[in-house]
């Protein structure tokens, strides 16, 4: 079983894919890197094939609010999260959602990396840390991620 973790930011998606869950997330692939739109994605997740998708939505807006400068932010994170969640189940995928407040069991960056043992990066690939972590919460409890429409029935 394949899963593939997406952090969704404005005008910048990474993407990391782990295609053998006996493996620690390290041992995965970068699915993306700073794509700027949804094209590349889907083209790689076809070549993929995951039964999973996960993808961190609107977590600016669990912790604290919208605000001007989160506001473009969190209308494209969702946009793209309900353009996935409505076509990539017709090619069998599951997608699940959560925001940070969900998943992270409270844990700070750092620690969610440690705990995950994840490949390192830096600069713009360092996004691909929190999706190594996001792959390895979800094998832990998949149960903190919801459908995108239980996510937005809850809301």
């Not at 076809?46 to 609107?58: H, M």
């Not at 969702?78 to 998943?103: F, H, Q, Y």
């Not at 996004?127 to 809301?155: N, R």
């Amino acid at each position: 079983m394949t899963v593939v973790a997406l952090d969704i930011d404005l005008r910048r998606i990474h993407g990391w894919v782990l295609s053998d869950l006996t493996q620690p997330v390290s041992e995965g692939e970068m699915l993306c890197v700073n794509a700027p739109d949804l094209g590349p994605v889907f083209e790689r997740i076809a070549e993929v094939k995951p039964r999973t998708v996960l993808i961190e939505c609107a977590s600016p807006v669990a912790y604290r609010g919208p605000s001007q400068k989160t506001t473009s932010w969190v209308i494209h994170n969702c946009a793209c999260t309900g353009i996935l969640s409505a076509l990539l189940p017709s090619a069998g995928v599951s997608v699940r959602v959560a925001p940070s407040s969900a998943w992270t069991c409270s844990h700070s960056a750092a620690l969610r990396h440690k705990n995950a043992h994840v490949r390192q990066f830096t600069g713009k690939e360092k996004c691909l840390m929190d999706c190594q972590a996001m792959i390895h919460y979800y094998l832990i409890e998949p149960e903190k991620w919801k459908t995108y429409h239980q996510w937005i029935a809850e809301l």
